[in-house]
């Protein structure tokens, strides 16, 4: 696939990119994508999107909020921002809200399916189209996200490897009810299946909202104290990684960096330490959250177009990066 990327050039892939709905990159070229074109004749003038968030106080939430709301606006549209403050209540409180005000769309981004998933359905059943960000629905139109498959396999692949295919693994796996934490897991699973010297402690940790880092902290704190010789843990796993950052910052205070950490996002404080020779992150999957907000909306005004027949999910690459090119990932996501 890499020789295939190489033989074309930037501006054709974009072009591509572009066409489709999504942000085609050469791999390790995040930068390039953050101005996903439209065609040229996309608008949502006069048109009242929502952009309704389970969150917006982590980094990927955040920044795939404000690229929505600044691509609506970029448009012509009026961008309708709801924050659920990541409360479940909340959250059903604000699509109910939708429902009875009928704007022209809805985008949603993340939140447990469970839960969210019947007002997508009555949000679609009143004639609302409905897109997402990170949230994999036969209720909405398109899902605009990372390829959560890859990222996830390409992740476990860096962490057996970095630990020479054995060893016991800390994994957190408190959120099985999103679908893309639920997919990177998966993707773990399967590649640990062929390395049956690496095995997950069990019972796996839980991570939880709010206080992630502090959680993480405490409960990895507690776990050395069960696993006090070196070698007994050789790496942490979570599927996003605001866990990584307390669970690194734990090792770090009791003096265990031979232990490596791993995650998801790309969130900066978490990709500097992996930057940091010194520091045990060892790697992290880097999102392109204002790729992904702005592919999203770019979708919701292909879909007004008359193009709809979109797939349904739009897959944004992600960027591995581990100690060996963490400075350049900073680059190119505009971190350094």
């Known amino acids: 696939m890499s020789d295939v990327f190489s033989s074309l050039s930037r501006r054709a892939l974009m072009r591509a990119g572009a066409a489709l709905g999504t942000a085609a990159l050469l791999p390790g070229t995040a930068r390039a994508a953050e101005?996903?074109?439209?065609?040229?004749?996309?608008?949502?003038?006069?048109?009242?999107?929502?952009?309704?968030?389970?969150?917006?106080?982590?980094?990927?939430?955040?920044?795939?909020?404000?690229?929505?709301?600044?691509?609506v606006k970029e448009l012509g549209g009026t961008p309708i921002g709801l924050d659920a403050g990541r409360s479940d209540k909340a959250l059903v409180s604000q699509l109910q809200t939708l429902a009875t005000q009928k704007p022209d769309a809805v985008i949603q981004t993340l939140g447990t399916l469970t839960v969210v998933d019947p007002w997508l359905k009555k949000l679609r059943q009143a004639g609302i189209p409905v897109f997402s960000v990170d949230l994999p629905s036969t209720n909405v139109i398109n899902t605009a996200t990372s390829d959560n498959f890859s990222l996830g396999a390409q992740l476990a692949l860096q962490l057996v490897s970095d630990i020479n295919g054995k060893g016991n693994i800390v994994v957190f796996n408190g959120f099985s009810g999103v679908p893309v934490c639920e997919i990177r897991y998966t993707q773990l699973r399967a590649v640990l299946k062929y390395y049956p010297e690496a095995k997950i402690i069990q019972p796996e940790l839980r991570?939880?909202?709010?206080?992630?880092?502090?959680?993480?902290?405490?409960?990895?704190?507690?776990?050395?104290?069960?696993?006090?010789?070196?070698?007994s843990i050789a790496a942490i796993w979570s599927a996003w990684d605001i866990p990584q950052l307390g669970a690194t910052q734990a090792l770090i205070a009791a003096g265990r960096t031979e232990i490596r950490t791993y995650g998801?996002?790309?969130?900066?404080?978490?990709?500097?330490?992996?930057?940091?020779?010194?520091?045990?992150?060892?790697?992290?999957?880097?999102?392109?959250?204002s790729v992904i907000g702005r592919t999203a909306v770019l979708n919701v005004a292909r879909y007004f177009a008359g193009q709809t027949n979109l797939p349904s999910q739009t897959f944004i690459p992600a960027i591995i990066a581990n100690k060996a090119n963490a400075a350049e990932v900073q680059r190119q996501l505009g971190q350094a």
Not at 207 to 223: E, F, H, K, W
Not at 264 to 289: C, F, H, M, N, S
């Open 35 to 71: 101005a996903v074109p439209g065609d040229g004749t996309l608008s949502l003038k006069g048109k009242t999107i929502a952009i309704s968030v389970a969150g917006t106080d982590h980094f990927f939430d955040l920044k795939a909020y404000q690229a929505q709301v600044e691509t």
């Open 207 to 231: 991570d939880v909202i709010p206080n992630t880092v502090q959680d993480a902290y405490g409960q990895i704190t507690a776990l050395l104290a069960k696993y006090p010789e070196p070698g």
């Open 264 to 289: 998801v996002d790309g969130t900066p404080e978490v990709l500097a330490l992996v930057k940091d020779p010194k520091a045990p992150a060892g790697a992290v999957a880097a999102q392109q959250p």
